[in-house]
């Protein structure tokens, strides 16, 4: 059952979007299973959806009212991902956007779906109804905290952040909360992130500092390898600080750096929360002569199993972590001018064991729970940077039991 972190929502409130909570009973009563979240008249908005060709129903809805409208409503639901169930999903989907649409008074295409929890089972609708009436009347720009915990599934805690920016002697709010803990690759991951600011931004220029912010975050983890099928991702912008930011500014280069760091945290967190996680692992590989050539040996160490149920043993077993690098599948791979490093301790020097590593500093390292394996191929100047977790007992059960 998710726990609620400590976190001070009463800095999170954005001028122009309000959020509504209710039990639904999805797929657990008593349980907060979905959100609908209100935005503001002229609010603008952004959204990056999964790469996975299999995606679902309310992504597919979504992508498809986001090219008709600005959206007024999100609604959000728990515990029943409507993926895989062909034309009644799709069709259910809209019907969702159609009652919230005949509670809300707007049009049907003014409200995104999104769906997360089990694939393959078609959505309870005869629950959908009464959960969004109360949803609707509880809606808040205080309810922040109860959002964060109504898109869980099999998160443990809340993810939320916010910042505040000031431009021209005034504040610029940025908060958002997101889900996600297994099932997690980037492009996207099992994930659902909704961010807003109440800064003034064109569309466009929006979807841009979204992409970027995504390129750098939510596609730099990795759980499992695994990507789901509803993942998305949310930024809106209500305009209501007055204060506009435009495309090349200096202004939108402060928000874009606040925004980036919102998501980087929201990334780390679903990792923090992997699935039985009990470390958080993050691959910093420099010296490559290309950006896939350091994706690539950053996700061959990231989804080793050997790599990450070594860490969970907090196990100094680094030839696993060179053997990783190795078939990795770099072209001309020179052994001699690879180093790695294990938080400050050299493992690795020149393709060989460091002359001055022990077992002991290794394991010094290997047990604390956030750590950072450097790894420098020396062959040019591109580098990346991706977050992962160890393999515990805990994955497996927690899968195993799934729908259980």
């Not at 609010?43 to 979504?62: D, E, G, R, W």
């Not at 916010?162 to 099932?183: C, E, F, L």
Request: aromatic share 6%.
């Amino acid at each position: 059952m998710a726990t609620e972190k400590n976190i001070e929502y009463d800095k999170f409130p954005v001028a122009g979007i309000r959020l509504g909570v209710a039990c639904a009973g999805i797929k657990k009563e008593n349980h907060k299973d979905l959100v609908l979240i209100e935005l503001a008249d002229g609010t603008q908005t952004a959204a990056v959806f999964t790469q996975n060709a299999f995606c679902a129903a309310p992504v597919s809805i979504s992508k498809n009212h986001l090219l008709e409208s600005n959206p007024k409503y999100l609604l959000v639901n728990t515990g029943n991902a409507n993926a895989g169930t062909g034309e009644q999903g799709l069709a259910d989907s809209l019907a969702c956007c159609e009652l919230v649409a005949s509670v809300t008074e707007t049009k049907a295409s003014e409200v995104l779906p999104f769906s997360t929890g089990v694939i393959g089972e078609y959505l309870p609708m005869d629950k959908f109804l009464p959960a969004i009436k109360i949803a609707y009347e509880n809606l808040s720009g205080d309810n922040w905290e109860n959002a964060a915990n109504g898109i869980l599934t099999t998160d443990t805690i809340a993810k939320a952040f916010t910042r505040s920016v000031t431009i021209h002697n005034k504040n610029i709010t940025i908060s958002g909360i997101a889900k996600g803990s297994g099932m997690i690759r980037p492009d996207m991951a099992t994930m659902l992130a909704y961010i807003a600011t109440d800064a003034k931004i064109d569309k466009p220029v929006l979807q841009n500092c979204l992409l970027e912010a995504v390129n750098h975050s939510f596609n730099r983890i990795t759980v499992d390898g695994d990507t789901s099928t509803n993942d998305s991702a949310i930024l809106m912008a209500s305009g209501q600080s007055c204060i506009e930011l435009k495309q090349n500014s200096d202004e939108l280069i402060i928000f874009q750096k606040a925004l980036t760091d919102i998501c980087e945290e929201l990334a780390k967190e679903m990792i923090r929360d992997g699935e039985g996680a009990t470390k958080l692992i993050t691959l910093s590989v420099t010296g490559c002569s290309s950006e896939k050539e350091a994706k690539d040996v950053a996700y061959t160490v990231a989804h080793s199993p050997l790599v990450k149920t070594a860490f969970f043993a907090c196990d100094p077993n680094w030839g696993r972590i060179l053997a990783a690098v190795g078939r990795a599948g770099v072209s001309d791979f020179d052994l001699s001018k690879v180093n790695i490093a294990l938080d400050d301790v050299t493992i690795v020097c020149n393709g060989g064991k460091a002359s001055d590593y022990t077992e002991e500093r290794g394991q010094t390292v290997m047990d604390k729970s956030d750590i950072t394996i450097h790894i420098d191929l020396g062959r040019g100047d591109k580098e990346i940077k991706v977050w992962t977790c160890d393999f515990s007992y805990d994955y497996v059960r927690i899968n195993a039991e799934y729908r259980t």
